[in-house]
């Protein structure tokens, strides 16, 4: 499985490390090929407080057919996430991957992109629920049907893994 980790300014270290580990882990104990590749706007990004991560590609050299499955760690607004989290090339992959029905996963307010995007409209989803829920209220505000869980699974179309 070949997994495009898309990341965007000031991701979250913990949230983008948590897919690398647990993909990381999965191929290294079970030895199933798993194969993380990072992305962003940029070769190196500035995550969140500043630290640098180097990708593998530029946004402009995905090749959506050439993944099984999409991951958006969230991040930092003060870091300006929300600059290339929100935008359309961000946004259009996202729609792509949807379309295609190949598998989209998110931690925190790597959910809001999704929402954006408006592949969600009228699914479940969550996203980070404290500062009086602001967040929560900025996905439903697109259109989705937000429940307060800590995992949320809604599947669209037939996923083949």
């Known amino acids: 499985m070949k997994i495009l980790l898309l990341l965007a300014k000031g991701v979250e270290l913990i949230e983008a490390s948590a897919f690398i580990d647990v993909f990381g882990w999965n191929r290294h104990y079970n030895q199933i090929d798993t194969e993380i590749i990072t992305c962003g706007f940029k070769r190196e990004i500035l995550s969140t407080f500043s630290i640098p991560i180097r990708v593998d590609l530029l946004i402009d050299e995905i090749v959506v057919d050439e993944y099984d499955a999409l991951a958006i760690p969230g991040g930092f607004g003060d ?13 259009d992959i996202v729609r792509e991957f949807k379309d295609k029905g190949k598998l989209i ?11 954006k995007s408006g592949i969600l409209e009228g699914k479940k989803a969550t996203t980070y629920h404290l500062m009086g829920k602001r967040r929560q209220k900025q996905l439903e505000a697109f259109g989705v049907n937000v429940v307060n869980e800590p995992v949320v699974i809604d599947v669209y179309g037939k996923i083949k893994l």
């Not at 998110?106 to 999704?114: Q, R, Y």
Request: aromatic share 20%; proline share 4%.
């Open 79 to 91: 870091y300006g996430f929300y600059e290339e989290a929100f935008d359309e090339k961000f946004l």
């Open 105 to 115: 996963a998110s931690i925190c307010v790597g959910a809001l992109p999704i929402g």
